[in-house]
């Protein structure tokens, strides 16, 4: 059944306050109430899971500025589209841990930016750790959105990560359903494994506004469904019984016209409902840069638009999660 308030997912922790995946990041949304916190993973040369929004990590970590890194710098092809910069999974873990974290949106959010370099980027375990302290000593269970990155491409290179999960979940405590566990990915293929091999969790399909998956592009070309088509209800059947869920780009929610001006709610998160599946929506956030059109104020990108409203349509179509960069304004505004 669906909840009667929407889970609310400290977004990379805290990123509206301080740089996304940091450690900081993290202690403030637990701090701020959050019900769960929402790691993404990527895999290191070495096999470490290694929490970053992406494999390329020049927006996110201070690496473009370490001479004894500049000959890495390189370009790639993942999921279909050339990146230049530098990949943890050129690096050993060892190597990037002497990165520091850095705002991947310094414009946007100088604010954050003045906390860059001061703190290294952390491992999969880690968080698991962290967030199982803050329940012990905030006396509820805490939650973990475990988002999976990349998969078919870590694949690819030899880099399989559906052990790598396996195991570090085992070591951390968190595989047999003891701590509230969510795993989401935007390619289902990697959702399968991970059930097959018994990590007891809810398996939450990501879905993006556009495009199609890169697993199922992999395997069937300009054939694979698309997204969008797999949010419509012969998509939505097959779904049933392979996942529990499904985690939607707002916009399909909303549903923007070409304007920026909201023509939703769609029926997305009611068809979803009615075969069972749960709905989570991303990202909430309160800045106009992230707004449809009609909730900003002003022109300036950065400026808080009015938000509520935007958040407003979202609850009362009935969600179960929102993911929320602002752990506090979420906690004040789902919860109320």
């Not at 959010?109 to 880690?126: G, K, M, N, V």
């Not at 566990?181 to 879905?207: D, K, M």
């Not at 199609?212 to 209800?233: C, H, N, S, W």
């Not at 016209?257 to 997305?268: E, F, L, Y």
């Amino acid at each position: 059944m669906p909840r009667r308030s929407p889970l609310v997912i400290g977004h990379r922790g805290a990123p509206g306050y301080r740089p996304e995946h940091s450690r900081s990041s993290y202690d403030l949304a637990l701090e701020m109430g959050v019900d769960a916190v929402e790691p993404d993973i990527v895999v290191s040369k070495d096999g470490v899971l290694v929490v970053r929004h992406e494999n390329e990590i020049s927006t996110t970590t201070d690496v473009a500025d370490r001479p004894e890194f500049a000959h890495r710098r390189t370009t790639k092809t993942v999921d279909g589209a050339a990146l230049t910069g530098w990949f943890t999974e050129d690096f050993t873990w060892d190597e990037l841990a002497t990165l520091r974290c850095r705002e991947r949106l310094p414009n946007l959010r100088p604010s954050c930016a003045s906390f860059d370099d001061q703190q290294p980027i952390l491992r999969l375990t880690d968080v698991l750790d962290l967030v199982r302290q803050a329940s012990l000593e905030q006396g509820r269970e805490i939650g973990v959105v475990l988002e999976i990155k990349h998969a078919t491409y870590f694949s690819g290179i030899g880099l399989d990560m559906v052990p790598l999960i396996v195991a570090d979940l085992r070591r951390a405590g968190w595989a047999d359903g003891e701590l509230p566990l969510v795993l989401e990915a935007f390619e289902s293929t990697v959702l399968t494994r991970l059930r097959a091999r018994g990590v007891r969790g809810s398996y939450v399909y990501l879905i993006e506004a556009a495009g199609r998956p890169f697993d199922m592009v992999a395997a069937f070309g300009k054939a694979a469904l698309t997204y969008r088509a797999t949010i419509e209800p012969p998509g939505l059947d097959s779904l049933v019984g392979v996942v529990d869920g499904i985690s939607v780009d707002k916009r399909l929610i909303l549903a923007p016209d070409k304007r920026g001006r909201m023509t939703g709610p769609t029926s997305v998160v009611e068809d979803a409902h009615a075969r069972g599946l749960r709905v989570f929506t991303w990202t909430c956030r309160p800045e106009n840069a992230f707004l449809v059109g009609e909730y900003r104020i002003g022109r300036a990108p950065d400026a808080v638009g009015e938000y509520e409203a935007e958040w407003d349509v979202l609850r009362s179509t009935g969600l179960d999660g929102v993911f929320v960069d602002h752990a506090d304004l979420g906690v004040a505004f789902f919860r109320a």
